[in-house]
């Protein structure tokens, strides 16, 4: 059985940007961000952040629901594509 690929695709890539607008709009670093994740019982360091924004990590559901709990966000905002003004 061929091993599945790890590669992030557009919808993965649209939850990265907005976890880290977000993040930023909130004027969160990412240690606080990360922090606020671990405190609600999923343990992230900013590093997995760090590469979880960048696309460089897979963020599952898991991950999802408390980024967004963090966040103070309905776990679909993570998921919706980002609008442009």
């Not at 909130?26 to 922090?35: D, I, K, N, P, S």
């Not at 019982?41 to 898991?62: F, K, V």
């Amino acid at each position: 059985m061929a091993a599945r690929s790890l590669e992030i695709g557009p919808a993965g890539i649209r939850t990265a940007r907005t976890i880290e607008n977000l993040r930023t709009e909130r004027g969160l670093a990412q240690r606080e961000l990360a922090a606020r994740v671990t405190a609600l019982g999923r343990p992230m360091s900013n590093t997995m952040l760090s590469r979880i924004e960048r696309a460089q990590r897979r963020c599952d559901i898991d991950d999802l629901v408390a980024l967004a709990q963090a966040l103070r966000v309905p776990a679909h905002v993570l998921l919706q594509a980002l609008t442009t003004a």
